[in-house]
């Protein structure tokens, strides 16, 4: 009979925070959708629970309740490079991994046949769980016979389960209750209010009737519960990347000379990556140092590319910054990050652009290669309370299409520093008018506002009287009273 293994990995975001913050642990920790006193949170650990903190409320309300809360946020992207890197630590076991769609920390295994590589399927379940432990994740087993029994066994219970037969998984998994299964909270608060709590007596329900009443993502999970809906194990099966390596006779420490290398590797990686249909979308070059170990660069293209000239020309870009190797290198792999590749059809007859938008990517490119990935940057704006937290930075990988703006008035460009700058004192008497002291602008003409912004009481009081002060030279300044601190700043200027 077929054995099939459902791993579960609980409140897998927040775990992951914990792995990225591991000083959090001791502490009450959450997971909010955006750093702002009205992001909600998502996640809780039990510290935070016990304190009060629930899912759905607003960081500021969480923050009244436990003072020492920790809160970040955890980006659709990391959590899928979590699963990712979960699923390849799973496959040491066995090759066929598949994550759950929309639930990310929960897995399936195919546990079939393994009974002739260890002594026994609870054994080979301690393994997996030990291996996940051991990478910091709180992880579950359950070794059983279908999709949908594991499934809910793995979601209601902890540790280690290994079931005896089919029948022992259809007698557990009608115990489990509901509000442990993934499916729509408004559907699970009615059959509450029905006395449908678990599995048990969902499947006690007339199948149609149910399908008619509360739709048809309920009529599939019964089904499923029912074994009438058993879908086959559909592994997540990886192809391996396109690789080239070589190891080099005497260890080396010239940059041209590893250039000639990496340009006689880089030819046959990117027709190689060709063959499969496929572009290179990141270039990740290994070097092996005589004595310090490995070391790892990327170089991120401006658009996927089979054109080995560009890519050559980035490496040399980041190894001219780097100017200096600290060791000789001993050997060079080069390892391409494949999409699909992208037929462009040309259009001969339009008019071509006056900006020529895959110049601009090619420039930036050269850019992230000279200064290193994170170097180009673009303000992403998010709720926040003071004018400094109402945008974040974030890394600018992909130049959209040029958009014309409607004609209208002109748009004036608020330039802000990220940390106000402090004025000197004002004097008791100036003659010439407001003079900003520091800042060779000659005396403010006119003074619009205050505008006012206060409130932090959920952190730090804050009182700040923001005005635009408008020099005699024309410049136009962003400048703030600080009550608390009565002192005046200057916080950007209009352009």
Not at 64 to 69: E, N, Q, R, T
Not at 102 to 126: H, K, V
Not at 284 to 295: A, V, Y
Not at 403 to 419: D, F, M, T, W
């Amino acid at each position: 009979m077929v054995r099939t293994a459902c791993v579960e990995l609980p409140v897998f975001p927040l775990q992951h925070l914990l792995l990225r913050r591991p000083d959090w642990r001791t502490r009450p920790v959450a997971v909010v959708d955006v750093d702002a006193p009205q992001g909600k949170v998502l996640w809780v650990n039990d510290r935070a629970r016990s304190s009060g903190v629930l899912p759905g409320m607003r960081y500021a309300a969480a923050l009244s309740l436990a003072a020492g809360l920790c809160a970040d946020v955890v980006a659709e992207e990391e959590v899928a490079a979590a699963v990712a890197t979960v699923a390849e630590r799973l496959r040491r076991f066995t090759p066929n991994v598949e994550p759950a769609a929309g639930e990310p920390g929960t897995f399936w295994l195919d546990a079939g046949g393994l009974e002739r590589l260890y002594p026994s399927l609870g054994d080979w379940a301690g393994l997996v769980r030990a291996d996940l432990e051991n990478a910091g994740w709180r992880a579950g087993v359950v070794v059983g016979f279908g999709r949908f029994g594991t499934y809910a066994l793995a979601k209601a219970r902890r540790g280690l389960i290994v079931l005896r037969d089919a029948d022992e998984e259809r007698a557990l998994a009608r115990q489990v209750p509901l509000d442990r299964i993934a499916f729509e909270p408004e559907v699970r608060d009615a059959l509450h209010k029905l006395g449908v709590e678990t599995v048990g007596r969902l499947l006690d329900l007339q199948a149609d009737g149910l399908g008619r009443r509360f739709g048809p993502e309920l009529h599939r999970l019964r089904r499923m519960a029912a074994g009438e809906l058993d879908v086959p194990l559909q592994p997540d099966r990886p192809e391996p990347p396109t690789l080239a390596r070589e190891d080099l006779e005497h260890a080396e420490t010239d940059v041209p000379r590893l250039l000639v290398v990496i340009e006689r590797l880089l030819g046959p990686l990117v027709e190689a990556v060709g063959r499969r249909g496929h572009a290179v979308a990141e270039l990740r070059i290994g070097f092996r140092f005589d004595r310090l170990g490995d070391h790892l660069e990327s170089i991120r293209p401006a658009a996927p590319t089979l054109e080995a000239a560009q890519l050559l020309e980035l490496v040399r870009l980041r190894l001219e910054a780097i100017r200096r190797l600290p060791d000789g290198v001993v050997e060079l792999v080069l390892v391409a990050a494949e999409v699909a590749a992208e037929r462009r059809q040309l259009d001969l007859l339009a008019e071509r652009p006056q900006r020529d938008v895959a110049a601009a990517k090619r420039a930036l490119a050269r850019v992230r290669a000279h200064l290193g990935g994170e170097a180009v940057v673009r303000a992403r704006l998010r709720e926040g309370h003071l004018p400094e937290g109402r945008f974040a930075w974030e890394p600018f990988r992909d130049l959209p299409e040029p958009a014309p703006r409607p004609v209208g008035a002109a748009h004036l460009v608020r330039r802000i520093h990220a940390r106000p700058l402090p004025l000197p004192p004002r004097p008791r008497h100036e003659p010439d008018g407001w003079m900003l002291h520091g800042l060779e602008q000659g005396p403010v003409m006119r003074v619009v506002g205050p505008y006012v912004v206060s409130g932090g009481w959920w952190n730090r009081p804050v009182h700040r009287e923001y005005h635009f002060a408008e020099t005699k030279q024309g410049e136009l300044l962003w400048v703030f009273y600080d009550r608390a601190r009565r002192r005046w700043f200057l916080h950007g200027r209009v352009e």
